[in-house]
Structure formats: C-alpha cells, structure tokens
C-alpha cells in the first residue's frame, strides 16, 4: 500500500516537471537541459526554510516558486540571445553551475551530505505527515500546475509561443515582443519545477545533490520527448511511462545493484527509439523529425 | 604557481585533443553529439581490459582500445547517423546523441562497475626536474604526443586533398557532393579521425589519471567551451585557446579551491558567448542549418 502511494507520489512530481518543461521543450520549442537545476532551487528553498525556521506549508511553497522562478528569468534574459544549440550550452552550463554550487557551497547546503530533517510545512493546522495526506496535496498541485499549463498553451500567449517555435522572425513581424514572451515562458516553467522541488524536498525530508544532476535534466527531458513535444498530455503520458515502466523491473528480479544502470539504459533506449521512429512522441504535436524537414 | 601552470599544460592538451575531435567533427555534421565522451572513455577502458584480462602489454594494449573506440564510431556511424542525418534536424541528432550517451554509459556502468582504475602501477611515477618544476614521464609523453598530432592535423587540413575536401564539406555538404567530393567516404573519414582523436585523448588521460566512468564528460564540456571560445575554423586556435584556458582554471583553482573549477569556466563560457558577437553563436546568424 505504502509502495503504490509512494509511487503515485514521485509520479506526481515528474509528471509537474514535465509539463512545465513541455512549455518551454514543447511550446517554445527550444531544448534545455537546466531543469534539474531549477528543481533542485526549489527543493534547497524549502529546505532552508523548513529546517532554519518554521515556514508554513503555503510559505514555502511560495518561496521555492518564486526563487526558482527569479532564477528562470536570470537564465533566460541573457540566453534567449543564443542560437538553438547554444542555448543548450548555455542551459548545461547553468545546470552544472547550480550542482557545483549544491556540491561546494557547503555552509548553506550541506554539501555532499545534503540537507536532512526536512519536515512537510503546515496550514492551517494540517501538516500532510502521512503518505495518504501528502498524495492529496501533490495531486492537489498537479491538478493546480497541469491546469495552469494547459490554459496557458491555449491562451493567445501559449499560440504566439507556438508561432515563434514555427517562425520566430514571422513573430517578430507581426509586432510581438519575442524576447518577453520567451522569458516569461522560461520564468513560469522554472517556477512550476520550484514547486515539484519544494514538494520533494518536503517528501523524501533529505536532499543531496545527486538527485539533481544533469542525467535528471535528461531523464525529465525523456520524458517531454517520449510522450511528445508541446502536448499537455504528452508530458504527462510521458512521465507515467518513464517513472512507471522502470519500476516494474523490481518485479523481474534484477538485484538492485543494476536497477538503476538498466534505468538508464531504459531511458536511452526510449530517447534513441523514439527519436528514430517517432520524433514527435507518443502523442505529440509537434515533429521535429522527417515531418518537420518536409514542412 | 609555476607547478601549477606547468601541470596545467598536459591537461590542456587533452582538452585540446578532445576540443579538436568536437570541433573536427562538428563542422561538418553541424549538431552537438553528445554521445562523444563514451569515445573516450571506451579506450582506455578496452586497454585496461586488454592488460588485466588477456595479458597484452600495454602499447599493445592502448592500440588495441583505441581500435575499439573507432570501431564503435564506425559502427555507430552505419547504424544510426549516415541514415539519420538525412532525414533529421540537428535538434533530434542531439537528442538521440543525448539518448545514446546515457544508454552506452549504463552498459559501461553494468559491465565495469564503478570502480577506480589505472593503467599503469599504481605508485608515483619517475619524475624529471625542470627549473624547480617537477613534471612526470607521463606528462612528457602527453605532450609530445599531441604537439605531433596536433602539427600533423593542422598540416593535412591545410596542405592535402582530404583536407581541402574537408574544408568544402564544411563550408557546404551539398555543394561539396554536387561539386565531386565523394561526401559519404569524407564523412566516415571524417568519424575515425575525430574518434581516434578522443580514443588517444582518453588513454592519455588514463595513463596521466586514474580512469572512471565519469572521467570523459568534464573534458568533453571543457572541449565544447575551448572550441566554442576558440573558434571552430582554426585548428590551431581551438589547440591554443585549450591550452590558456585550462592554465587560466588552473591558476583560478589554485586560488579559490579546485572545486570551483568548473562555476569559474562555464561563468566564462556564458561571458564569453553573450560578450563577443559571434554570427554562429547569436540570433538572426548564419550558423544555424537547422
């Protein structure tokens, strides 16, 4: 019983990543590979607060969405300036920046040793101590996110985003304002992985800076690509594969030892795979593979 | 200091080998293949093989890993990139190249572990003296090495036919192969070298360092920067700018903690790209082909 809820909840939290890095993966179409880094921003925030005061539960999660979304718009106000790939450099250079600082920083984080004692916050007088209790806020805050996400991609902004991913200079021409738009975008995906951060902090109560590594970057991105780019529902299916599939091989019997190389190599092979013969995801919009070349 | 600035030059050269096989390589696929550091670290890995397993000697050992490495290219390279270059924009070969990375690297870690290795005994090595700078037999050979591979690429890119074609390639794919340039054999060409490159670049760092699994992907991030930094058209250029900027970590490392090493040089990069208007680095540019 502990298991499923356990699984249910780490499923919640990917699939929040996921669709927030949808918007900026899918929607604005440009790949970065920083939103581990983000997460982790979140999840150090919450840790701070919870265990050098008391913060309520609405405060930290407040504060992990807006210091990871103060960050987000950091990044993105020099990078929108760099081509595709670059800004993929750039993105993998932030990530990298964040987990040395997670690594080194030592008094603030905690170092390699990480941060431990992290107790949920409370509201109200309820504090989601319990399995059950917390499913309910996470599905809570999905709900929240996922909704947010989805009017966003439908509102007039979400179609100018997607109309800059087709032709950004046809954007320009029709007088919008390309660069805000990316920023905003960027500041509201960063702040939703804040939150994911925040919950997982408050969850698992310890956090290192292993669990935020570029691999995770990639593991989220696998995520937004396997179930298909710029689809709300593609994130989501996405995450639930990728979070779900590798947790049946327990049931196979491999020792754990190799659990998580076989994870790995699992999502490799889904990226690979996917790439190869579906670029455009399980249930995506948007192909950037043979489709898209024949546009 | 000036031991650190004299230790910091066979690193650079590394970097600078690994710079050269991204760059070498990228000019001509025009995509990030992130899948390259598996190619540096194959080799070494095939050669520790190689000694502890079937008992080669250990310049028998390091061709043999270095084999191996530009086996796997070539095979990788008839696999999957000929047919996917063709109908994929550069965002799904990085992304498959990313794919590729994380599954190689999980077959490594099954079939290796992640354990600590080394090529050579454990223990210090000889060391020679040089103006009260101590510097290893190791490091010697580092850089002689890449000082004669370096001459000799920059040479053959400048003065013969493969490198003329290259060149053309480089400039325009389609135009090279509309003009004669046999493109397909250049490409496979152009995938040995720059994995022979990484193959020798990853068993000098295993003789120099002990070699782990994680060992290729921070000279490879090291490698893009000094690329990027130093230009993707010169050769000579990309080696150099290697050359200063791992000397310019490591003085910085000296002075605030080598932990740093990697904040200072990607706070540079960042500096850098958004500093120096660059056409291939900024919006509205000619670089990008996707």
Redesign the interface.
Known sequence: MNYGLHIMIVLCIYMMLATSLNLIAGTLGV?S?AHAAFYAIGAYTTALLRTQGDASLVAVLVMSIITAGVAGMALAI?????????F???T???Q??IQ??A??WTPVTGGAIGISGITPGSVFGWRPDAPTEFLLLALAVLLGTTFIVYLLTNSPAGRTLRAMRED?LYSASRGKNIGRYKIQAFSIACAIAGLAGSLHAQYTSFITPTGFT??ES?FI??MV?LGGRGSVWGALLGAAVLVLIPESLRFLGFPTA?AA?????L??????A???WR?QGLIGEYA???E??QK | MLQVLVTSIPSGAIIALVALAFAFRYRVFAFIDMSLPVLFVIAPYAAHVCIHRIGLALGIACIAGIAVSCLLAVFLELALWKNLRKRAPATVLLLTSLGLYTAMMAVLSLAFGHDIRSLLNSGPRPTVRLCAVAVTDVQILIVVCVAAIISSLSWAHNHTRFGAQYRAMANSNELARVSGIPTTAREMLVTIVSALLLAIAGILNALDLDLDLTSGFQPFLWGIVAAIVGGFRSLLGIAACSLVLVAGLFACGWYAGTKWEDSILLVGLVLTALLIPRPDLHSGGKGDKE
């Open positions: 790949i590979i020099p990078a929108i300036r760099l081509r595709n790939l670059y993929l450099i750039g993998l250079a932030f990298i920046l040395n600082l690594m080194n950004e570029v691999m990639v991105l696998s690509v190799i190389e076989l994870r790995m190599l999502y490799g092979l889904a990226l690979v996917c790439m190869l670029p950037f593979g043979r898209a070349k």
